[in-house]
């Protein structure tokens, strides 16, 4: 069995490049692949991005609930991070030109999934209907003891997401 894959992104005019500490391009074409380390969350050091940007689509490394710039959880279980971990992709958004606004797609992983409807709570909070497109899975071992995380997708002109 063969499984083909084809997309098409159509973009209104030239992306620009938000000031990052660190981006590095691997393609030169119009559908570059730039690697983004802000500084700004994570600690230098680790192995990977936290975030990759393609055309006008970002993808967000996973994020939990640790103090910007140290490998901390915040204390005050699920509730604290859960709006700690939205704080940083919201942060991490925010540092690569992208809003909330423009988030189209988050997955999140749950160390205990009882506290579902919880954490739901909370992420609503940082999301106007009509929500993203979601998925959410029971976890066991998070990096660092974390309760959750949280990874998403971002693409500029997310506004369309308004439209029904």
Known sequence: ?????FGVLICSGPISTPPDAT???TDSSSMAIVHLNSGAILPSGLPFSEAVR?????YLSGQIGIVPGTLDLVPGGLTAESRRTM????M???VHG?????????????????????????????FDPPYP???AFGATGLALGAQLEVECIAALDGGARSLK
Do not use: P
Request: aromatic letters at 12%; charged letters at 20%; a positive charge.
């Open 23 to 25: 981006a590095q391009s």
């Open 87 to 90: 704080e940083n992709i919201k």
């Open 133 to 135: 497109a979601r998925s």
């Open 92 to 94: 991490t958004l925010e």
């Open 1 to 5: 069995m063969r499984l083909f894959l």
């Open 54 to 58: 393609v055309g006008n689509t970002l």
């Open 98 to 126: 992208y809003s909330m606004n423009d988030v189209v797609k988050c997955t999140v992983m749950l160390a205990d999934m009882s506290k579902w409807s919880l954490f739901n709570d909370i992420y609503k909070a940082y």
